[in-house]
Nanobody, 123 residues
Framework: QVQLVESGGGLVQAGGSLRLSCAAS????????MGWFRQAPGKGREFVAT????????AYADSVKGRFTISRDNAKNTVYLQMNSLKPEDTAVYYC????????????????WGQGTQVTVSS
């Protein structure tokens, strides 16, 4: 069992930055691939970024490539999403998720999900 708790969301002006954190608890949390997804009002859950258990492999949605960076610190069982040059269209609830069998841009392989943290970007 893995529990995930996101933090770091908030209100920021367009062009600003935020860093989201996802703290994982559970004996094998560091062995999981991790992903960030987001969901805007009235829309489906959208892939943002993913990282392998070692941190050696990452992937991003085209909409955030070059602006967002995913990273992890396995000693702290924490995954981060650094978000720069934020745009109003980045406004959403951001969720982190853990996948036992590797990275994916689909939400289906992810076994555990956090409760989400709200990010609001004003224009």
């Amino acid at each position: 069992q893995v529990q995930l708790v996101e933090s770091g969301g908030g209100l920021v002006q367009a062009g600003g930055s935020l860093r989201l954190s996802c703290a994982a608890s559970g004996r094998t949390a560091s062995s999981y691939a991790m992903g960030w997804f987001r969901q805007a009002p009235g829309k489906g859950r959208e892939f943002v970024a993913t990282i392998s258990w070692s941190g050696g492999n990452t992937a991003y949605a085209d909409s955030v490539k070059g602006r967002f960076t995913i990273s992890r610190d396995n000693a702290k069982n924490t995954v981060y999403l650094q978000m720069n040059s934020l745009k109003p269209e980045d406004t959403a609830v951001y969720y982190c998720a853990a996948a036992r069998w590797g990275t994916s841009s689909s939400p289906n392989p992810y076994d555990y999900w956090g409760q989400g943290t709200q990010v609001t970007v004003s224009s």
